[in-house]
Nanobody, 115 residues
Framework: QVQLVESGGGLVQAGGSLRLSCAAS????????MGWYRQAPGKQRELVAF???????NYAASVKGRFTISRDNAKNTVYLQMNSLKPEDTAVYYC?????????WGQGTQVTVSS
């Protein structure tokens, strides 16, 4: 059974940085486009960024230029480097395939940005 485990969240001041990690078990990782998503309180979950198996990337307009998605296929891990964080980036961050598969949602990791 595939599992995706997110880590690296925390509390940071506006303008700070965090690096999220998503470790995948199972064999899905290397052949799939992987994405980071987030859900803020009272809002729908939204796509933040995705990266293909060939490392083509795409970002939501709200994070473009501040966030960088990357992957290490040897470690079955996808990363999200978040710089210049803003209070509106506060959310629970999840990784999943892109497009997402409901069977793979994990617990997520909380990111809180204070002003």
């Amino acid at each position: 059974q595939v599992q995706l485990v997110e880590s690296g969240g925390g509390l940071v001041q506006a303008g700070g940085s965090l690096r999220l990690s998503c470790a995948a078990s199972g064999s899905i990782f290397s052949i799939n486009t992987m994405g980071w998503y987030r859900q803020a309180p009272g809002k729908q979950r939204e796509l933040v960024a995705f990266i293909s198996s060939g490392r083509r990337t795409n970002y939501a307009a709200s994070v473009k230029g501040r966030f960088t998605i990357s992957r290490d296929n040897a470690k079955n891990t996808v990363y999200l480097q978040m710089n210049s964080l803003k209070p509106e980036d506060t959310a629970v961050y999840y990784c999943n395939r892109y497009p997402p598969d409901n069977a793979y949602w994990g617990q997520g990791t909380q990111v809180t940005v204070s002003s």
